[in-house]
């Protein structure tokens, strides 16, 4: 069975407290559960993962692209937060990795500040999913689901 992973970048572990006007009441933990579920409903397995480091968000790209390249993982869902709009590494390793990856954010960045409307991420990823809510999770795997 093969594998998708969704990774999460700094800050997202404090969803459901964290600006909820913004991100909604929706935990890290409830994102998890519907990944988990829709992974299921497509017949794919969960690797679910949260960092505040960059590097560790690198790893973990350079992992996604090798486990790609050997046929076990579909691909990558990253909500990079606001490593999206700062990090030429994370471009550089997702370029270098060579895997399919979907760009998510849980609100519309182009609806917010302008420093939001840029990402490093975008000109790598396969598409980008925005404003949906923690329900964009469920849409980019199903994407991806679509892909393998």
Known sequence: MKTVLVLNGPNLNLLGTREPAVYGSQT?????????KTCAAHGLQLDFRQ????????????????????GTLVGVVLNAG??????VALHDAIKG????????????????EAFRHHSYISPVAKAVM????????ALAIAGLADLA
């Open 28 to 36: 890290l933990a409830d994102v998890e559960a519907l990944c988990a």
């Open 51 to 70: 960092s505040n480091h960059e590097g560790v968000l690198i790893d973990a790209i350079q992992e996604a692209g090798r486990a790609q390249a050997a």
């Open 82 to 87: 606001a490593y999206t709009h700062t990090s």
């Open 97 to 112: 990795a060579g895997v399919s990856l979907i760009e998510l954010h849980i609100s519309n960045v182009h609806a917010r």
């Open 130 to 137: 925005a404003g949906f809510g923690v329900k964009g999770y």
